[in-house]
């Protein structure tokens, strides 16, 4: 049996309710998992955890979510939901779509296991798909083609999904107490010349720089990319179906 789309099963009514227990839901129950998340980690949430902090056993979460990774899908759109999608008024395509990203990046640092759980989890939920509806717009607004913006969504998300995820499991690379910088700083320049000439400018900058000037080098180059090729509407009508049956997929 093909899973279930989470976004799309029909709501449940709990039969439990009163002064001493709360009436179950699917949406407490994804705002529990996304609270375990931000204080534990990935490993810190599980669906046994979620019952327990709802005083219920794990077996009545199933008639809410079809497993653990139904739920993950649903916590991660339950996040992006907080993604600002509005960008600053009168600011340029090129501003709003930075912002954008930096958002997406602030929602995902806000906890060590959700960049993991992007990683994992294919973003398709309603949440999701506002963020890429909305860089499809802005990438069209700047005059690149849907083909190439449709591309071009997938590596800016990934891109930032895999920044953040470096960031938040230790130390900024380049801080000087990290293990890249004590690297990097230790090199014998008859070894390794380029690094050792180098070294100053493969630990400057902050994560901010960094991340807007790695944007930037991706906007400019975007516009001269090859196009795609040509997609076929069968094939990604066929594509589509398949994907709103599976929560999870590979990229």
């Given amino acids: 049996m093909k899973p279930r789309n989470p976004f799309e099963a029909d709501e449940v009514t709990s039969r439990r309710g009163g002064p001493a227990k709360p009436p179950l839901s699917r949406d407490a129950i994804v705002l529990e998992a996304l609270r375990q998340l931000t204080t534990d980690g990935l490993k810190g949430m599980s669906l046994r955890k979620v019952a ?72 398709v939920g309603p949440n999701a798909l506002r963020v890429t509806e909305t860089l499809l717009a802005l990438l069209e607004e700047s005059g690149i083609d849907l083909a190439t913006g449709a591309w071009a969504v997938d590596l800016l998300i990934l891109y930032v999904t895999a920044i953040v995820a470096e960031h938040v499991n230790g130390l900024d690379p380049a801080h000087p107490e990290g293990a890249n910088a004590k690297a990097i700083g230790a090199v014998a320049e008859t070894e390794y010349p380029h690094v050792f000439a180098a070294r100053a400018h493969l630990l400057s900058g902050t994560a901010e720089e960094r991340f807007a000037w790695a944007v930037d080098v991706f906007l400019r180059g975007i516009p001269r990319a090859p196009r795609p090729p040509r ?18 997929s590979g990229r």
């Avoid at 739920?71 to 779509?97: F, I, Q, S």
């Avoid at 997609?231 to 999870?248: F, H, I, N, Q, V």
């Fill in 52 to 123: 327990a902090a709802l005083e219920t056993g794990p077996a009545s979460l199933y008639a809410y979510v079809a497993d653990l990774d139904e739920l993950y899908a649903l916590v991660l759109d339950r996040a992006l939901a907080k993604v600002n999608l509005r960008g600053a008024p009168g600011a340029g395509w090129r501003e709003r779509l930075l912002a954008l990203l930096k958002s997406y990046a602030r929602v995902l640092s806000a906890s060590p296991g959700l960049a993991q759980l992007a990683f994992g989890t294919v973003a």
């Fill in 231 to 248: 997609a076929d509407p069968a094939t990604a009508a066929s594509t589509g179906s398949r994907r709103r049956k599976s929560p999870r």
